[in-house]
């Protein structure tokens, strides 16, 4: 037991949280309103898995969590944490995942996982920079099963594709910037394959100017990318998805480079690729570059 109490989240206090978190965390910063985007703007919010840990009225400790059904699957995810400095090594988080793992169990949840929440994300796994909170899952069991990266693009670059999209309207292919009236043909496209896209679509269309563009054939939906659809602000790419009929022609490369030019037009200097498989395929297009390194964890309940 430790002698701080644990409370649950208070919206209210989302200022003071945003402020423990960036003195806290030594390699990432987050603003009040992307925050309020990983807590209640998240499509499973739980705010009966969503705690604090504070010494009087001082905020000491901070644990959210939440859950997705995926495949048959119950996942549960540590999606934020993190503890004062000065507080460390006083069993904070222990006390904190105690709280948090009761919930999970209650609501039949089958593994855990840190951080790589599907939908609505901050970051893939632990940066093993953060020594001390991969060292403290392992000693709550969770084991790693992988690594993922995030890429970083330097957007001062030509990104112009319009003669190779000209060519392609020879074969009946129009590539274009999405319109609000589009919405529901992109979500029929990836409900087979990528549903789990489906709250980072909405979030794209969410733009004024919706930040994603199609490729249509014969007036059908074969391929789309977005950005600005997850961590809104802040230069993310993605997701992006081809259908088999039009793999091979380039797509991706045209569908990407669009969205890179958007956030230069934003002027932004950097974009970040997140969770990348083929890191040779935006390495070989956007001469990217591998900018940070996430280990992944997770620990079966049952």
Not at 115 to 127: H, K, S
Not at 170 to 198: H, S
Not at 212 to 220: F, K, W
Request: with cysteine; proline share 5%; glycine share 6%.
């Amino acid at each position: 037991m430790i002698k701080y109490p644990i409370s649950l989240y208070n919206p209210a206090e989302r200022a003071e949280l945003t402020a423990f978190l960036n003195q806290n965390w030594e390699y990432d910063a987050i603003t009040e309103e992307l925050l309020q985007e990983k807590l209640e703007g998240d499509p499973d919010w739980m705010p009966q898995a969503t705690f604090v840990c504070k010494d009087g009225q001082r905020i000491i400790g901070f644990m959210q969590g939440v859950m997705r059904h995926i495949r048959g699957v119950n996942y549960a995810y540590i999606k934020l944490m993190a503890v004062d400095s000065q507080y460390r090594r006083q069993g904070v988080a222990t006390a904190l995942y105690q709280r948090l793992e009761e919930v999970f169990v209650a609501h039949q949840a089958n593994v855990v996982r840190i951080y790589d929440v599907p939908l609505n994300y901050f970051m893939p796994g632990i940066d093993p920079r953060y020594t001390p909170a991969l060292c403290w899952a392992m000693r709550r069991g969770f084991e790693r099963f992988g690594d993922t990266s995030n890429l970083v693009v330097d957007l001062n670059q030509d990104w112009d594709m319009s003669t190779r999209e000209d060519a392609l309207r020879t074969d009946g292919i129009e590539v274009r910037r999405a319109k609000p009236e589009d919405k529901q043909a992109v979500l029929d496209f990836i409900k087979d394959e990528w549903l789990l896209w489906t709250n980072e679509v909405e979030m794209a269309f969410s733009d004024e100017v919706p930040s994603i563009h199609i490729a249509l054939l014969n007036g059908e939906v074969k391929a789309f990318s977005a950005h600005n659809a997850n961590n809104k602000g802040t230069g993310w790419f993605g997701p992006m998805g081809t259908h088999p009929d039009l793999r091979g022609k380039g797509m991706g490369a045209i569908l990407l480079k669009r969205c890179l030019q958007d956030m230069k037009e934003m002027g932004l200097s950097r974009s970040i690729i997140p969770w990348v498989g083929p890191i040779d395929f935006y390495a070989w297009h956007a001469n990217a570059l591998v900018d940070r390194v996430f280990w992944r964890f997770e620990k079966k309940l049952n």
